[in-house]
């Protein structure tokens, strides 16, 4: 492969390593390989240095991590993630942009491109084997510039495949961002909501406005952390085929009580009636009230609990 042109480096500097990259040089790299950022893939490249300084910062990473970013774009937040820790495995979606990102990081971080990885795939089709493939030395950390159309199905792609992430920073469209981090009873609580807990404690550490991207979105954008800890229940695909499911139908149809909303799963309403109670849940609650506590104590019913009495 020839390697594609790259602008003069004229970006911000962060450290003697590595620079960053300004509007300007976006721009210009852009025009160079022939990149048009396109709505479809959510395509909004970050063009803010400090952004991407207060990004990095908010994650807490050291220099062992090794961290995963889906949708590197032209590399704005990778140089930023190789200027603090030892490795990086960006995935692309995009086979331009995946192949000059190394030519990108070789000419503004030289003495870090031996530390970048990089997957040509799209996020939601990675398997358990690219885990598997990374060996002796799996991600640690998840820090991305979601695009907005598909944010919450990677994070929770991302943190199924990847059990080796302990520590996730996020910037997703604001709305998303409030889902994410709400808390039972809370308006926007939601599937979003309880699916991200079933991981870890969930955050919105900050927000950011439309002007630190070109092209700009038509809404603001928010940062999420969620830090994965031991967990009191399984979180392997056994345990998500039971709880999914649960999850799902309680906010299919928010308004109703639990007892109406999961008569489907359960086969008629005394069924769920019956399954609730016994989970200690009042069959009269809405999904928006439950924790992802409660909604483990009633995927963890031992088979033949939910049947009627």
Known sequence: ??????????????????????????????RTVGV??????????????NTVRRIVATADLSPDDHVLEVGPGLGSLTLGLLDVVSKVTAVEIDT???????????????TRA???????ADALALTGSVAKDLGTNPPTAFVANLPYNVAVPILLHVLEIFPTITRVLVMVQAEVADRL???????????PSVKARFYGQVQRVGAIGKNVFW???????????????????????????????????????????LRAALKGHYGNASAAENALREAGIDPQRRGETLSIDEFI?????????????
């Open 215 to 257: 092209p700009a979105p038509n809404v603001d954008s928010g940062l999420v952390k969620l830090t994965r800890g031991n967990r009191p229940w399984p979180t392997d695909s056994a345990a998500r085929a039971q709880l999914w499911p649960i999850i799902d139908a309680a906010f299919a149809q928010r308004r109703k009580t």
């Open 36 to 49: 048009v950022p396109t709505k479809k893939r959510g395509q909004n490249f970050v063009v803010d240095p």
């Open 96 to 110: 331009t942009l995946a192949e000059q990102l190394p030519h990108t990081v070789a000419e503004y971080a030289p």
């Open 181 to 191: 981090a709400a808390e039972p009873g809370n308006r926007v609580y939601g599937v």
């Open 1 to 30: 492969m020839n390697q594609p042109p790259t602008p003069p480096r004229t970006a911000d500097h962060v450290s003697s390593a590595v620079q960053l990259l300004g509007p300007k040089e976006i721009r210009d790299l852009a």
């Open 297 to 309: 104590s009633l995927a963890q019913l031992p088979a033949g609990t939910e049947a009627p009495h």
């Open 114 to 120: 031996e530390n970048l990885d990089v997957i040509c």
